[in-house]
């Protein structure tokens, strides 16, 4: 079965630096796009990057110009590269994938979530 397993999570403080990883793995045929979102306690789940097949990339404008998504569609892994850290950045990651499996149609994934916390 299809899978996405975030990492690179932790406590940080202002200002600082942490790269997320989502890897998929299982019976994939094709990736398109792959997005990561984040839930703050008591905050509704709110969209942060995406970025096509194609490269292609758009982020919320709480984190433009400080976060980065990439992908490598050799590791199929999305990337969140998130720099000049703020407290209101705390929150659990989740990453989302639309994957066409090798016998079934395409459909949303998400991973289990990765915590950053962002404090003094």
């Known amino acids: 079965q299809v899978q996405l397993v975030e990492s690179g999570g932790g406590l940080v403080q202002p200002g600082g630096s942490l790269r997320l990883s989502c890897a998929a793995s299982?019976?994939?045929?094709?990736?398109?796009?792959m997005k990561w979102y984040r839930q703050a306690p008591g905050s509704q789940r709110e969209l942060v990057a995406h970025?096509?097949?194609?490269?292609?990339?758009n982020y919320a404008d709480s984190v433009k110009g400080r976060f980065t998504i990439s992908r490598d569609n050799a590791k199929n892994t999305v990337y969140l590269q998130m720099n000049s850290l703020k407290p209101e950045d705390t929150a659990v990651y989740y990453c989302?994938?639309?994957?066409?499996?090798?016998?079934?149609?395409?459909?949303?994934?998400w991973g289990q979530g990765t915590q950053v916390t962002v404090s003094s």
């Open positions: 989302n994938a639309q994957i066409r499996g090798q016998n079934s149609p395409t459909r949303s994934y």
């Open positions: 299982g019976s994939i045929f094709s990736i398109n796009f």
């Open positions: 970025i096509t097949s194609g490269g292609s990339t």
